[in-house]
């Protein structure tokens, strides 16, 4: 049974930092692009950052040089450390799993930013 589960939403002040985690389970992690994705009230979906299963990583102009996304094959989780939050990074935090023409998804983890 395909699993990705994210932990570490929460509340912080403009400035902090959150750390989130998606652990993966019932596939071949190390083979599948690893995406953050969010959703704020009000807006679509939008792609935050993603890892391929080789290490390269992309981000979003909204968040590069404050967002850091990385992946550990072997505990078949990935993170995504997010620094100098903004209130406009206050969205539900998703995570993705692609490849193969298959497509996991968490169920999505609630992050607040208070200015």
């Known amino acids: 049974q395909v699993q990705l589960v994210e932990s570490g939403g929460g509340s912080v002040q403009a400035g902090g930092s959150l750390s989130l985690s998606c652990a993966a389970s019932?596939?071949?992690?190390?083979?599948?692009?690893m995406q953050w994705y969010r959703q704020a009230p009000g807006k679509e979906r939008e792609l935050v950052a993603l890892?391929?299963?080789?290490?390269?990583?992309r981000y979003a102009d909204s968040v590069k040089g404050r967002f850091t996304i990385s992946r550990d094959n072997a505990k078949n989780t990935a993170f995504l450390q997010m620094n100098s939050l903004k209130p406009e990074d206050t969205a539900v935090y998703f995570c993705?799993?692609?490849?193969?023409?298959?497509?996991?998804w968490g169920q999505g983890t609630r992050v607040t930013v208070s200015s």
């Open positions: 993705n799993a692609a490849a193969y023409a298959r497509d996991y």
């Open positions: 890892i391929s299963s080789t290490g390269y990583t």
């Open positions: 019932g596939f071949t992690f190390s083979a599948y692009v």
